[in-house]
């Protein structure tokens, strides 16, 4: 089956560092990824849509210098949070599905495990 | 604007009942559904995906069905076991197939034994 890794799975810092994270594909191509933010005891928030070799679709809302995404190659996107703030602290997810991109796809979303991003 | 719903919010059941949880969308003109699985503090664990042209999806225990004409789904759950304890969250793909996807607030299912 298709399986999407997320890493690190947590991390801790302090206010004003930037934390990078990184969401793989890692038995299939995702020309199209997508990045969601969930806060405590709700439901997942898209932020914005990922393309290989373009920049980002970002949602409304969403400032794209805080949230710096690259999507290096077809199986790999990073999400870097740029200073982060305690407002910034949440459970980030990645998802990709096989064929994304390349037309219509009617496959599942994969999700990666997430990561829960705290700043003190 | 897609709004996903999904009541009840919360649900406790007792070992071995069946159960079914409800999805409901604004706008019928959705590409597919697509049901999750989510434990405390990890990512989504997909169950079952059903294609605008389909009317159901049943993997083991689990049966999704869809109503597009009237904005529902239905995730019917036999035989409930502990292990079935999550949240559950129903999420559907718009028809301009973007691929981005409407989540609804998820239901937190207990099974107790």
């Known amino acids: 089956g298709a399986v999407v890794s997320q890493h690190p799975s947590r991390v801790i810092c302090k206010s004003g560092t930037s934390v990078k994270i990184e969401c793989r594909s890692l038995d299939f191509q995702a020309t199209t990824m997508f990045w969601y933010r969930q806060f405590p005891k709700q439901s997942l928030m898209l932020m914005a849509t990922?393309?290989?070799?373009?920049?980002?679709?970002?949602e409304q809302g969403v400032e794209k210098d805080k949230f710096l995404i690259n999507h290096a190659s077809l199986t790999l996107s990073t999400l870097t949070v740029t200073s982060a703030h305690p407002e910034d602290s949440s459970f980030y997810i990645c998802s990709a599905a096989r064929g994304e991109g390349k037309g219509t796809s009617n496959q599942p979303q994969h999700f990666g495990d997430g990561t829960r991003l705290s700043i003190l | 604007k897609q709004e996903v719903t999904q009541i009840p919010a919360a649900l406790s059941v007792p070992e071995g009942e069946n159960l079914v949880l409800n999805c409901s969308f604004t706008?019928?003109?959705?590409?597919?559904l697509q049901w999750f699985r989510q434990d405390p503090g990890k990512g989504l664990t997909s169950l079952l995906l059903i294609q605008s042209s389909q009317r159901e999806q049943t993997s083991g225990r689990l049966n999704a069905s869809l109503d597009k004409s009237s904005g529902r789904s239905t995730l019917y759950i036999a035989a409930s076991q502990p292990g079935d304890s999550a949240t559950y969250l129903c999420?559907?793909?718009?028809?301009?197939?973007?691929?981005?996807?409407?989540f609804g607030q998820g239901t937190t299912l207990q099974v107790k034994p």
């Open positions: 706008d019928s003109a959705i590409y597919n």
């Open positions: 999420a559907v793909r718009g028809s301009s197939n973007t691929g981005k996807l409407i």
């Open positions: 990922s393309n290989e070799g373009s920049k980002a679709t970002y």
